[in-house]
């Protein structure tokens, strides 16, 4: 009970998976919609800072019209040194320029030494300079102040005023708190987020139906996929596709036909595996019930029965050759090999065969650089030299010659046999085909030309099989091989 108590405490503590799979449609609604609402929101800033100036603008106007109405209602009184401006306006008369009771008005009439003519004493001064004015032709001037705590809007009008007595510059301030204003920036700051957030749910929505719409060929590529069979490998339909998926889709399709050339290279080899070693083990099986019925003296019977587990020996070895040349003809990481040493370990290995038929054995070979395993030249050129020393008679000539020009290195096998007829020349190099060039059945699976075919391929290679003909006559057979060199 306590390991499944371990067990069941080991998966309640592991961490989930840091790597959630993405979606498309996510990403695709994020990398829109992102910019979209940051566009909208500097926008809105924008607008609402362009409505609060032309609130401004038009709020200073009423200022400005108030000030020249305060200036209409000053003259000047006394003669010399003793004159002096007087005003005669009311504060009653300023609630014509209230817009409603929730702001006030304030103002300030300053003479010709900046003494008080009427309004509030308290009410901060204005700049010693005026700025120069673009929109106004009068002299003057707006800026924000504080009066009594409150924060207000300034007007400064510079006033002039004439009299018999004398004439001289008036300065005039206007101060209107900031509760209209603000209200009208607020009601405007609402009414450009109600719409900004309207067209940003238009375009939300517009998206996902965009993206939904634009995904729904990954869909039901995933629901096609998903309904096939496990044995089915057949190509992916393209007609009709988006341009956007035809990549993937060629690219999933030669990758299902590589899937197929090796299913059915496996069903092959495990039919003809099953086919042929049937044979040698069915033989077997009859020996040795043979020797255990005494039918034969029991030397015979072991020299019969390692014969056979001989034959099927070789048989599975050439097999699971076969097979390991399709694995690798998939390799894309094939190492550098001297295809010359791989030629002279093999004629090493073989020399027993060689001096047991006291063939005129040669070799020359040079230095050629290939793009292969070990194990593919030595299997091609032990396979190509092991039938060669089989077709050729005893005490006679048998050449190997390596050689390279510019672009591939190319390794004849000359033997001495009855060479092949034209008809053959093909068939030779199908699995288990057992005849000879004279039309004879062979002792051998018939498995050798098709590994080296196999093998040849998968190096982008050639081979092929020539009669050597002397005075219209056959006198052997070259089997030359052709691969690309490392440049």
């Not at 929730?102 to 004493?121: A, D, K, T």
């Not at 650089?369 to 030249?377: E, G, K, Y």
Request: glycine residues 6%; hydrophobic residues 45%.
């Amino acid at each position: 009970m306590a390991p499944a108590v371990a067990a069941a405490d080991l998966l309640h503590k592991a961490p989930p998976s840091e790597h959630q799979p993405s979606s498309l449609r996510r990403t695709l609604l994020l990398g829109i919609l992102l910019p979209v609402f940051g566009f909208v929101l500097i926008n809105t800033v924008v607008l609402y800072r362009q409505a609060l100036a032309a609130a401004d603008t038009a709020y200073d106007r009423t200022l400005l019209a108030t000030a020249k109405s305060l200036g209409e209602q000053l003259e000047v009184v006394g003669e010399g040194s003793s004159a002096h401006i007087k005003s005669s306006l009311l504060y009653s008369a300023l609630e014509a320029f209230e817009a409603d009771n929730r702001s006030r008005l304030f103002y300030r009439v300053s003479g010709f030494s900046g003494e008080l003519v009427s309004g509030f004493e308290d009410l901060p001064a204005g700049p010693q300079t005026m700025p120069s004015q673009k929109i106004y032709a009068a002299l003057v001037h707006f800026y924000d102040d504080e009066y009594r705590g409150v924060p207000v809007r300034m007007a400064v009008l510079l006033q002039p005023v004439a009299g018999l007595g004398g004439q001289g510059m008036a300065t005039i301030q206007v101060a209107e708190t900031l509760e209209l204003r603000e209200t009208l920036a607020r009601q405007i700051l609402l009414d450009t987020l109600w719409r900004q957030a309207v067209l940003v749910l238009v375009i939300a929505m517009v998206v996902v139906l965009v993206v939904q719409h634009a995904t729904r060929p990954v869909r039901a590529l995933s629901h096609a996929l998903g309904a096939r069979n496990d044995n089915d490998l057949a190509p992916l339909p393209t007609a009709g596709a988006p341009r956007e998926l035809l990549p993937l889709l060629d690219a999933t399709n030669q990758h299902m036909l590589r899937l197929a050339h090796l299913l059915d290279h496996q069903k092959r080899f495990v039919r003809d595996t099953s086919h042929q070693l049937r044979t040698p083990l069915a033989v077997l099986k009859v020996q040795v019930q043979s020797a255990l019925r005494g039918d034969i003296e029991p030397m015979q019977a072991f020299e019969e029965i390692g014969h056979t587990v001989e034959r099927a020996n070789e048989l599975a070895n050439q097999m699971l050759a076969l097979a390991k040349v399709e694995q690798l003809r998939e390799d894309k990481t094939t190492p550098c090999t001297d295809w010359s040493e791989v030629v002279r370990d093999v004629a090493l290995d073989l020399s027993a065969l060689i001096a047991e038929r006291s063939l005129d054995f040669s070799l020359d070979i040079a230095p050629a650089l290939v793009r292969s395993h070990l194990w593919s030249l030595r299997e091609l050129s032990r396979n190509l030299l092991h039938n060669a020393i089989k077709n050729t008679p005893a005490e006679s000539r048998l050449a190997v010659v390596l050689v390279s020009d510019a672009q591939t290195a190319a390794l004849t096998i000359s033997d001495s046999g009855p060479g092949i007829s034209s008809n053959l020349r093909e068939r030779l190099f199908q699995p288990f085909s057992t005849e000879t060039g004279a039309g004879t059945a062979s002792t051998g699976s018939g498995l050798g030309l098709a590994i080296c075919l196999g093998i040849v391929r998968s190096l982008n290679g050639s081979i092929e099989l020539t009669n050597r003909e002397s005075h219209a006559q056959v006198v052997g057979l070259d089997a030359t091989v052709r691969l690309p060199l490392v440049l």
